[in-house]
């Protein structure tokens, strides 16, 4: 080490791993959105809390601020380090560290990764339900820092709904114990709340008690064909009327076109312009029949003009892979994401807007549409043409954004659904948060983060 501060770190703390690589710096220094240059102090991977404290303290002894750090699969720039912060990095706190079958909570590490929380359920013959296409590299300190959503969220809500408890260590450095596994706790703030959601500007996640829930019945995996984008919201409907839906997502045929590219396999012949994946209890012939009458009755209506329905797990697994592959698929082409929301009420007339409000706006670039159409919550890529210079690409659908956020006003929807606003959409905080919020999330970052250091420059 040549920093004599870092010296003075590694001193106190001999087994604390720290790295200045190059490689380091820059891999560990960014998330999936690639716009910024990483550019970090050094990389620190603490192993225990007393690590993680020491560290905090001595970043406000030195005035340097710190960057929490899960998989790195965000698409905010919530963890990207730029201006010589240390990036702490969760990734060897990543322990089991109790099972309770009778509270059926699991508590673990921070740094254990979203997979593996699903497989420590299954293995006790629970679920840990939440569940998205990032869940082999994504943490749980990552998914309750941003609230992470995902392809489940019709049927068991968000991440916050899952975390009985917390343990958090502050911008100050003090370790807070919150809500310790409790189903009922009425003695004040629910500090709990306020760190879901957060993306690191508080203080770091150390350990979180996950509430589990019953494995679900077998389920089904249909995919199909959508004629029209008034005909989506239709679908819809008429499953949440007969079926017990677990998932319900969209995509349109450009996304079904990067993804084939990307090595999926074409579901059926013929193109269309919007596909459903949904997946659906089917425990019983009763709920086979139900599914039988949803199908018929969506193609009798013309809201549905083909389907598939997946016989095996395999085949499940592939259906899932047409809507699950899209951001892989795109990454190469640096997508702008939007990640917006409104209520599930508002999307048909929302839809019909935005995509006049994109044709208009992105003439010239190819847009893709696909996400949690179930939950009210629209992933809209653009892609970025090969020739356009990335600056100028943003800042032309920056541009855009500003219309669509008074599109989102009048609809009262929001900037991000489940990304959260990181750097990417910070600029846009102030039109879905009233200045009387703002005010308020300072006061707070101020309480617990007097200087600062927590994740400097994001979200406020
Ligand atoms: P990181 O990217 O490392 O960090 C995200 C934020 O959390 C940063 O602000 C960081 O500082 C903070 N943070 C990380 N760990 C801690 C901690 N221990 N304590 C305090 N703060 C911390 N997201 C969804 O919600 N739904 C989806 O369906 C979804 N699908 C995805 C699919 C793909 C292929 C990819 C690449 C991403 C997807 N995401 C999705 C986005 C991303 O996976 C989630 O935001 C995820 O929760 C981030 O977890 P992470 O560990 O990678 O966090
Ligand atoms: C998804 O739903 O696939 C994720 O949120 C990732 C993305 O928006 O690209
Ligand atoms: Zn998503």
Same mark, same amino acid.
């Given at each position: 080490?040549?920093?004599?501060?870092?010296?003075?770190?590694?001193? %106190?703390?001999?087994?604390?791993? !720290?790295?200045?690589?190059?490689?380091?710096?820059?891999?560990?220094?960014?998330?999936?959105?690639?716009?910024?240059?990483?550019?970090?102090?050094?990389?620190?991977?603490?192993?225990?809390?007393?690590?993680? %404290?020491?560290?905090?303290?001595?970043?406000?002894?030195? %005035?340097?601020?710190? !960057?929490?750090? *899960?998989?790195?699969?965000?698409?905010?720039?919530?963890?990207?380090?730029?201006? *010589?912060?240390?990036?702490?990095?969760?990734?060897?706190?990543?322990?089991?560290?109790?099972?309770?079958?009778?509270?059926?909570?699991?508590?673990?590490?921070?740094?254990?990764?979203?997979?593996?929380?699903?497989?420590?359920?299954?293995?006790?013959?629970?679920?840990?339900?939440?569940?998205?296409?990032?869940? *082999?590299?994504?943490?749980? *300190?990552?998914?309750?820092?941003?609230?992470?959503?995902?392809?489940?969220?019709?049927?068991?809500?968000?991440?916050?709904?899952?975390?009985?408890?917390?343990?958090?260590?502050?911008?100050?450095?003090?370790?807070?114990?919150?809500?310790?596994?409790?189903?009922?706790?009425?003695?004040?703030?629910?500090?709990?709340?306020?760190?879901?959601?957060?993306?690191?500007?508080?203080?770091?996640?150390?350990?979180?008690?996950?509430?589990?829930?019953?494995?679900?019945?077998?389920?089904?995996?249909?995919l199909l064909a959508v004629p029209a984008m008034d005909a989506l919201m239709k679908v819809f409907a008429e499953a949440r009327h007969r079926l017990s839906l677990e998932a319900f997502e969209f995509f349109t045929d450009r996304a079904l076109r990067h993804v084939l590219a990307h090595g999926a396999q074409r579901p059926f012949e013929g193109d269309h312009p919007?596909?459903?994946?949904?997946?659906?209890?089917? &425990?019983?012939?009763?709920a086979e029949a139900a599914a039988l009458a949803f199908f018929e009755s969506c193609m009798d209506e013309g809201w549905v003009v083909d389907g598939a329905i997946a016989s095996s797990e395999a085949q499940?697994?592939?259906?899932?892979?047409?809507?699950?592959?899209?951001?892989?698929?795109? &990454?190469?082409?640096?997508?702008?994401?939007?990640?917006?929301?409104?209520?599930?009420?508002?999307?048909?007339?929302?839809?019909?807007?935005?995509? %006049?409000?994109?044709?208009?706006?992105?003439?010239?670039?190819?847009?893709?549409?696909?996400?949690?159409?179930?939950?009210?919550?629209?992933?809209?890529?653009?892609?970025?043409?090969?020739?356009?210079?990335?600056?100028?690409?943003?800042?032309?659908?920056?541009?855009?954004?500003?219309?669509?956020?008074?599109?989102?006003?009048?609809?009262?929807?929001?900037?991000?659904?489940?990304?959260?606003?990181?750097?990417?959409?910070?600029?846009?905080?102030?039109?879905?948060?009233?200045?009387?919020?703002?005010?308020?999330?300072?006061?707070?970052? &101020?309480?617990?983060?007097?200087?600062?250091?927590?994740?400097?420059?994001?979200?406020?």
């Open positions: 080490m040549t920093d004599p501060r870092l010296d003075e770190l590694t001193r %106190q703390f001999p087994d604390l791993k !720290v790295s200045v690589e190059p490689g380091d710096l820059e891999h560990h220094g960014r998330d999936w959105t690639r716009r910024w240059t990483p550019a970090p102090r050094c990389i620190a991977w603490p192993a225990t809390v007393e690590e993680v %404290q020491g560290i905090v303290r001595w970043a406000n002894r030195h %005035q340097v601020g710190i !960057v929490p750090s *899960g998989g790195r699969t965000g698409l905010s720039g919530g963890a990207v380090a730029t201006d *010589g912060e240390v990036v702490l990095s969760l990734d060897r706190m990543n322990r089991v560290l109790a099972f309770d079958p009778i509270d059926r909570t699991l508590t673990v590490q921070a740094g254990i990764a979203l997979e593996a929380v699903q497989g420590a359920a299954r293995e006790r013959g629970l679920l840990y339900p939440v569940d998205f296409a990032a869940r *082999g590299s994504c943490q749980i *300190g990552g998914n309750i820092a941003t609230n992470a959503g995902g392809i489940r969220v019709i049927r068991y809500g968000n991440t916050r709904q899952w975390v009985a408890g917390l343990k958090v260590v502050t911008g100050t450095g003090d370790l807070l114990d919150l809500n310790r596994g409790l189903v009922k706790n009425a003695s004040g703030y629910d500090f709990r709340h306020l760190v879901v959601g957060s993306e690191g500007t508080l203080g770091i996640v150390v350990e979180a008690t996950l509430s589990l829930t019953s494995p679900p019945p077998p389920s089904q995996v249909m919007f596909y459903v994946v949904t997946e659906f209890d089917a &425990a019983d012939a009763r499940a697994a592939a259906l899932w892979r047409l809507r699950e592959g899209i951001t892989e698929s795109l &990454a190469p082409h640096k997508p702008y994401k939007n990640d917006i929301s409104v209520r599930i009420s508002a999307v048909p007339a929302f839809m019909e807007e935005m995509q %006049q409000l994109l044709t208009t706006g992105y003439p010239d670039f190819e847009v893709v549409w696909f996400g949690h159409i179930g939950d009210g919550n629209l992933h809209i890529n653009v892609l970025k043409p090969a020739d356009l210079d990335n600056a100028l690409f943003v800042e032309q659908c920056e541009h855009v954004t500003s219309l669509l956020v008074d599109t989102l006003a009048r609809h009262g929807g929001s900037i991000s659904a489940e990304h959260g606003i990181g750097l990417v959409k910070k600029p846009w905080l102030g039109s879905v948060r009233s200045e009387a919020e703002i005010t308020l999330m300072r006061g707070i970052k &101020a309480v617990w983060d007097p200087n600062g250091i927590m994740n400097p420059g994001k979200l406020l």
